[in-house]
């Protein structure tokens, strides 16, 4: 039997939904049944827009090559909202792709000071070591940090000829404060974006680039760049999909500075156990209450790290949506539950950390 699975009740929450209109993102779900084996991500709704992604759907298809570009910010520690991209990346590499994984250290430089040596060390501990140690292959991907990528600098630049600061303030809400390196920093995330389709990188090919709804202005403006330089580099337009952010436990917004909002990859078992027992839920105030009238798991953040993370089975998920709703489970003992499925996933995520580490600083090495 097909579980029919919409764990957020309404498809698509009325924010989304608004933007998706206001700036032509399609909905993602109409192309699920195209997708021969889709990321869970994908088949619960959590990826729910895209522009043109019928064209890499159509290189896998064929077999053709496509790829896919990702980057981070070499600040901060990972966090599980980080781990949402490198779920899609693992499932890409699967599919084949290849990938283009950028160490933003000229944005971490220009928008928060952290100088290159820093960026260089946070890339490594935090990002890349977390990144192959949950299983994806950076010997087969192209990693790059920005201050030494030659060709994404003069591609920048080129591209800025077709820019103006109307354009750019418009988008980004530059000031006569603004400094120079960042109002033109955009341009290197645009070159970031379009520069695996140059004839070095493998040609104009199918690009893709996952992103949360927030990042959406600069994929907007790398499509328009693309156009404008169609005739000259031959650019295909690059696709995008749109995850949901993951909302972070207390409520509110998930941030790295404000630690109780998040899991950390690399929290000790005490941590994790603090910040689930204090999550967000959609619980009711007696347990009592809770065993007659039931939960509500879509207002839930402990839920989410379950849709998220810890089941990728459907089966499972359905299983707490239904004890929690029929208040024959409750919050104490779903908490119990999730801290130690978390404490043994992020047991078995430290041993490959320690084993991956030396590895991934040899792949730096040669960078
Ligand atoms: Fe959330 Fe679990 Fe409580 Fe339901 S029982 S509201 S899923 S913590």
């Known amino acids: 039997m097909t579980i029919k699975l919409d764990p957020w009740g309404a498809a698509i929450p009325e924010n989304y939904s608004r933007v998706m209109g206001e700036f032509g993102i399609s909905p993602f779900e109409t192309l699920l049944q195209k997708i021969p084996n889709p990321h869970p991500l994908m088949r619960r709704k959590i990826i729910f827009g895209h522009r043109d992604f019928e ?7 064929k077999g053709e090559n496509f790829a896919v570009m990702t980057g981070l910010m070499p600040s901060g520690k990972m966090h599980l909202g980080h781990k949402l991209v490198i779920d899609q990346l693992i499932w890409y590499q699967a599919q084949k792709s290849d990938i283009f994984l950028c160490v933003a250290d000229l944005e971490a430089y220009s928008a928060r000071g952290i100088s290159f040596e820093q960026s260089r060390k946070f890339a490594i501990e935090e990002y890349l070591t977390n990144y192959y140690a949950l299983g994806l292959d950076l010997e087969r991907c192209h990693v790059y940090f920005q201050s030494t990528n030659n060709s994404v600098r003069h591609l920048a630049f080129l591209l800025s000829k077709k820019v103006n600061f109307s354009e750019m303030k418009a988008i980004y809400g530059f000031s006569g404060e603004s400094s120079i390196s960042q109002i ?4 290197i995330d645009i070159a970031d974006i379009l ?21 959406d202005p600069h994929i907007r403006l790398a499509r328009d760049v693309a156009a404008r330089f169609k005739k000259e580099l031959g ?14 436990l ?5 941030s790295s500075s404000r630690p109780e909002t998040a899991i950390f990859l690399t929290d000790s078992d005490a941590e994790l156990e603090k910040k689930i ?7 009711l105030p007696t347990a009592a209450e809770q065993r007659r009238l039931g939960g509500d798991p879509s207002k839930c953040r402990v839920y989410e790290l379950y849709i998220y993370h810890l089941m990728p089975d459907d089966k499972d998920l359905l299983e707490v949506n239904e004890l929690c709703r029929s208040g024959k489970m409750i919050c104490g003992e779903c908490k119990t539950k999730a801290i130690e499925m978390m404490k043994s996933y992020l047991k078995e995520h430290r041993a490959r950390y320690k084993r991956a580490l030396p590895k991934v600083k040899k792949i730096v090495e040669k960078i």
Do not use: C, W
């Open 184 to 187: 033109f920093y955009p341009m």
């Open 195 to 215: 520069h695996p389709q140059l004839e070095e990188f493998g040609g104009p090919r199918p690009t893709v680039i996952p992103v949360g709804i927030d990042q």
């Open 277 to 283: 027992r204090n999550a967000f839920t959609g619980g």
């Open 250 to 254: 207390t409520g509110d917004k998930m």
């Open 235 to 248: 650019f295909i337009l690059p696709s995008s999909t749109y995850h949901r952010l993951l909302p972070g």
């Open 55 to 61: 064209r890499i759907l159509n290189a896998m298809e």
